[in-house]
Structures are given as C-alpha cells and as structure tokens.
C-alpha cells in the first residue's frame, strides 16, 4: 500500500477520541519515536514522510465477498451495489473499498463506512495537525494469519488498545469492547485473549496491510499537473453531454433500464431459492401464494421470524433492523442494541419458545451495537 520512503510516520486514533498515537518509523522499520497527540495541540511531522492513519475499526464494518469480474473498476461496482442492496443507506453516504487480492483466498475483503464518520475521523486527524497519506481501520494493524485451509483459532490474533480489542483473522476482522469480542470469539478448544498492543506489533501490522481507504472521492490529488488534466478532461466532457441532450437522455434511460433488469433477475433468483424452482410468473405473486399454502422452503422460517419480532418488543433498548431468509429456508435477524446484555435477554425470550439463537456478527454503530443473529428449532443447529 505504502511506496518505500526513508520514513513513514504511523498515527492511530483513540476509539476514544480527542487523541492519537504517533509513531515514526525509519526505513529499517524501527521506531524511532513515538508521542501522543491531542486535539489542538498539532503535531510537528517532518515533511517528505509517508503519514498512515489509523481509525478506529468500530466504525468500519469488514466483509468477504464473492466477486467475479473482468477488472477492478467493475469489482468495485459489483461490491458497492451488493452492499447497498442490504443497507438502508445509499448512494454516498456510504463509502465502499475493494481490498487488493490476497494469495490463496478466493474471497475479496471489502471495507464499509459511513462517510461522514470517515470525514469525522480526518477532521479529528486534521486537528492535531495529520494529513494522511493512507487511512485503514485501526484491527487491519493486527499482523495477518495466512489464509490456509480454514480459521482456526489459533489463526485469529487479538490486539488490546484503548480498552479495545482489535481482531484480526482469516475472513474475520472488527474491533470491538473486550466483553462483546469475547462473546463473537468464544470457541470451545479455548478462552478467547488479547495481547497488548505494542509499537512493534502496530509496525509488523502496517507492513502487512494493503488496503486504503483513502479512494474514490476521498482520494487525494497529489500531482497538481495531473488534477489540472483530469479538469480540462472533465470540462470538456461535461461540454459535450451539454451539447447532446439527447445522449443525456439516452444514458439515464439505459441505466434504468440496466438496473432494473438486474433487480428483476436477483427478484426471480431470491424466490427460486425460497420456492426451490425459479417461477415462471411475476415472483412476488408466487411467494405470496406459496405463503398463503404454507409451502415453499420459508414454511418452517415464518414462525421463528414471527417469534423473534414479538421477542424484540419485549427486550427494552432493542430493535429490529431486518429479518433474513437464506435460499435453505434457514431465518436470521440483525438487531440493533446497548450491549451483550440485550442479546442475552433476547435468547432467553426465544428459549421460550423453543427458538436457539447464535450470533453471528456484531459491529459498533452510533449509540450501540448492531448484530446478526441466526435462529433455529431448539434441537437443530442454527
């Protein structure tokens, strides 16, 4: 991610906001000084360095996709619509970067983002007087275990910062509180720990990372005469669509054409995994009537969703962001809550009745937490 420079100096934001660790780096990746910064209180970083910033990872949810296509300008594209499809936020309020490829994980990692908590975060940077170069979030410094056969438990590392953990793992990163780490992590070969985050740990994580999440309309114009090129290329583009309304015209009604025979093909896909055959008819007339017979592979789904909607009301603080249905019939449910507590009392409401209930991921969102959880009949596993 970094080009090679005599030195590189490392910031890591406090999730407690209004300081940071600064560390500077020779080429030898020794450090050769470390301070702490505060707000309003700039720091003095030697021009000619290369400046990463690391955020904090709560903010950043990591996610391993499936991508097939033919470049990385059509991967991009490919992971932004598959993020926004399950998001309610659209458009630029979300900011979405594809990982580079890693050796042997058929997987790609993309990285999500509010984009005005990424405008927060360089603020912040911004006041104690850091102009990155690069941004990752903060678990990606957690030096990586190579993707093997699968994720052990060994493979996953902890790293503990400012009453945090950053974890990091073969498709699995996130940074959380210790309590709710420990609850995503617990296994039963051991008890979930964290190592102190130390300098040298931060330095081998950087030196491992390669994903920036300073691109898109957050990459930065380093080459002046390159920005004054890319203007006129936009000017004169922006002169021709003004000449040809009609080729205006003709490009928003192909993009709306495109998307909507991609939305009708993913409607008939969805109702083909929940029916078990793609329906030759309109797919919401034939999930309804699948649903009015009681068949369909989503009949044993319909009454844990129906139990864990009731449940959600009975458990104060929580609230139910979305139900799920995967193309096994299998139900699920993400929820937005305070703490591991809420969860707790969740799964006993549903052990009420006879619902077993496992999460599956949990990430920081404003005021609390927002997690997934899968459902099954108490006997079967979910």
């Known amino acids: 991610m970094t080009p090679t420079t005599t030195t590189k100096h490392l910031a890591v934001l406090s999730p407690l906001q209004g300081h940071a660790l600064l560390l500077c780096i020779d080429g030898t990746g ?18 000619g360095g290369h400046c990463v910033l690391a955020i904090p990872g709560s903010c950043v949810r990591s996610l391993w996709l499936d991508i097939d296509a033919r470049s990385e300008a059509q991967a991009a594209a490919v992971a932004r619509h598959r993020v926004e499809a399950h998001s309610a936020d659209t458009g630029d309020a979300l900011h979405v970067v594809l990982a580079p490829r890693r050796d042997g994980e058929p997987l790609r990692q993309v990285l999500v983002v509010a984009s005005s908590e990424l405008q927060l975060w360089l603020d912040a940077a911004a006041a104690m007087g850091l102009v990155p170069d690069a941004v990752v979030p903060d678990y990606m410094l957690v030096p990586a275990a190579r993707p093997g056969t699968g994720t052990t438990d060994e493979d996953v590392r902890a790293l503990e910062w400012e009453g945090h953990w950053l974890v990091r793992g ?5 940074s959380a509180e210790p309590e709710l780490a420990r609850t995503l992590l617990e296994a039963p070969s051991h008890d979930p720990s964290a190592d102190k985050a130390t300098d040298d740990a931060f330095v081998a994580g950087l030196r491992d990372n390669a994903v920036d999440l300073l691109q898109h309309r957050f990459a ?19 002169g021709l669509l003004l000449l040809s309304p009609l080729l205006v015209t003709a490009t928003d009604a192909a993009r709306h054409a495109l998307a909507a025979t991609s939305l009708q093909a993913e409607a008939r896909e969805t109702a083909g995994r929940v029916l078990g055959d793609v329906p030759t008819g309109a797919p919401a007339l034939a999930l309804q009537a699948a649903l009015d017979a009681g068949t369909g592979r989503g009949a044993a789904a319909a009454p844990m969703l129906a139990a864990v909607s009731a449940a959600v009301t009975q458990v104060p603080g929580l609230h139910l962001e979305r139900l799920d249905m ?12 305070g703490g591991p507590d809420d969860l707790d009392a969740l ?4 052990a009420g009745q006879s619902i077993s209930m496992t999460v599956e ?18 006997g079967t596993a979910p």
């Open 30 to 47: 020794r450090v050769r000084s470390r301070q702490r910064l505060r707000a309003g209180d700039p720091a003095d970083v030697p021009a």
């Open 220 to 238: 930065r114009i380093r080459d002046r005469a390159g920005a004054r090129e890319t203007w006129r290329r936009t000017a004169w583009l922006a």
């Open 361 to 378: 991921d949990s990430r920081a969102s404003p005021g609390g937490y927002s997690s997934r959880i899968a459902l099954a009949a108490e």
């Open 326 to 337: 995967d193309g096994a019939g299998d139900a699920g449910a993400t929820v937005a809550h």
């Open 170 to 174: 073969p498709r699995l990163a996130f």
């Open 347 to 350: 799964a006993a409401q549903l």
